[in-house]
Nanobody, 121 residues
Framework: QVQLVESGGGLAQPGGSLRLSCAAT????????MAWYRQAPGKERELVAS???????TYADSVKGRFTISRDMAERTVYLQMNSLKPEDTAVYFC???????????????WGQGTQVTVSS
């Protein structure tokens, strides 16, 4: 069964850093876009960063210059390096990936279980 398994959340002080990881497990035939979303209490889930199969990355304006998304195709893993963390970065972070499966090979979106990131002094 295909799953996205996240790790790396936790508590950080303002100005600190955390690195999130998300590994796609199971029988994977292809991986297209991978992304990180976050959802703060009382707010809608928002896109933080995404990365294409070719390595092209996009970021939310609120994290540009502070967060970096990367991926290891061989390990089927996407990372989110978060630097200069702010209290407003506090949220549950979710991994997201488009993993097309045969025989249709259509867009198939999977979500991780979420990992809590708390930024507080």
């Amino acid at each position: 069964q295909v799953q996205l398994v996240e790790s790396g959340g936790g508590l950080a002080q303002p100005g600190g850093s955390l690195r999130l990881s998300c590994a796609a497990t199971g029988i994977i035939f292809s991986i297209n876009v991978m992304a990180w979303y976050r959802q703060a209490p009382g707010k809608e889930r928002e896109l933080v960063a995404s990365i294409t199969k070719g390595g092209g990355a996009t970021y939310a304006d609120s994290v540009k210059g502070r967060f970096t998304i990367s991926r290891d195709m061989a390990e089927r893993t996407v990372y989110l390096q978060m630097n200069s963390l702010k209290p407003e970065d506090t949220a549950v972070y979710f991994c997201n990936a488009d993993l097309p499966q045969p025989p249709s090979w259509t867009r198939s979106i999977y979500w991780g279980q979420g990992t809590q990131v708390t930024v507080s002094s």
